[in-house]
C-alpha cells in the first residue's frame, strides 16, 4: 500500500519537521491519548473548554477521518482554548506541553525514547485511519509509558483492544459517558468491558483531569475561550 496522494504530498513539505520544540519533552507531565470517530471533535471541544487553564501535558489526538480533512479538523481543534497549541503530526515533532499532535490517517507514526514524533511513509492497516488499536500497541511499548487515554464518541469499536492492552498494563483508561456521545459505540464498550476507571461528560472529565495535577503551574493561567463559530463536525465511518 502507498500514501495518499494528500498525505504524501504534505509529508513532502513537513519533512524537515513541525514547530514542536525538541527540548520541550523535558517539561511534559504526562501524554494523553484521545481517541474517536464521530461526534469526537465536538466532545474534545467541550472537554477543553471546560478546563480554565492546563497543566503542562501533550495530547495526541487520533480520529477517523479522511486525509483530505485532517488539516481543516486541527484548525477547528485550535479553537477550543486560547492555550492549547495544535498541529497535524507530519514530519517531525516532540511532545511538548499544552500541545496537541493530531494523528495523521495518512501514514502511520514512530515514537522516540525523548518525546519525539515520527512520521512514517507507511499507511495505517485497517478499515478505518488511523487505526487506533495499532496506535494503542504503539504507544504501549513507550517508555517512560503514556499518562492515559480518552475514549471518545464513535461508532467504531476500533481500539477496544489497544484499550485493553494499556489497561492491562496499568494505564488509565477513561471513557466519555455514553449518554453525552453523538455516537456511543467506542465508549460504551469501553465502559462495558471495564477497562474504564472515569466514566463522565466531556466537562465531567475535564474536571478529572484537573484534579489528577493539583501541584503543577498551569501552562497558561486564564479562562478557556470557546470559538463562536458553529460547530462543524468531520464526518467519518
Not at 170 to 186: K, L, Y
Request: negative net charge; aromatic residues 8%.
Amino acid at each position: 500500500r502507498t500514501l495518499d496522494k494528500w498525505t504524501a504530498n504534505a509529508w513532502h513539505g513537513r519533512s524537515g519537521g513541525g514547530m514542536s520544540d525538541p527540548g520541550g519533552y523535558k517539561s511534559v507531565a504526562g501524554v494523553w491519548l484521545l481517541a474517536g470517530a464521530v461526534g469526537m471533535e465536538s466532545a474534545v471541544r467541550d472537554f477543553f473548554e471546560a478546563m480554565p487553564w492546563l497543566p503542562p501535558v501533550a495530547f495526541l489526538y487520533a480520529q477517523h477521518v479522511e486525509p483530505h480533512e485532517v488539516q481543516a479538523l486541527t484548525n477547528k481543534l485550535q479553537k477550543a482554548s486560547r492555550h492549547l497549541s495544535c498541529e497535524v503530526a507530519l514530519g517531525r515533532n516532540w511532545f511538548n506541553p499544552g500541545q496537541m499532535l493530531v494523528v495523521p490517517p495518512g501514514c502511520r507514526l514512530d515514537f522516540g525514547a525523548q518525546g519525539e514524533v515520527v512520521s512514517l511513509r507507511e499507511p495505517w492497516g485497517g478499515r478505518s485511519a488511523p487505526h487506533i488499536d495499532q496506535l494503542m500497541m504503539d504507544l504501549a511499548g513507550l517508555m517512560p509509558p503514556i499518562s492515559g487515554v480518552i475514549a471518545f464518541s464513535g461508532a467504531s469499536t476500533d481500539g477496544l483492544q489497544g484499550a485493553r492492552a494499556l489497561h492491562d498494563m496499568g494505564i488509565r483508561v477513561w471513557a466519555q459517558d455514553p449518554v453525552s456521545a453523538r455516537e456511543p459505540a467506542m465508549p460504551r464498550w469501553v465502559d462495558k468491558l471495564r477497562l474504564a476507571s472515569r466514566v463522565g461528560s466531556p466537562a465531567e472529565l475535564a474536571e478529572e483531569f484537573l484534579d489528577l495535577h493539583p501541584g503543577s503551574q498551569p501552562a497558561v493561567e486564564g479562562g478557556a475561550v470557546a470559538a463562536n463559530d458553529p460547530q462543524l463536525e468531520t464526518s467519518s465511518a
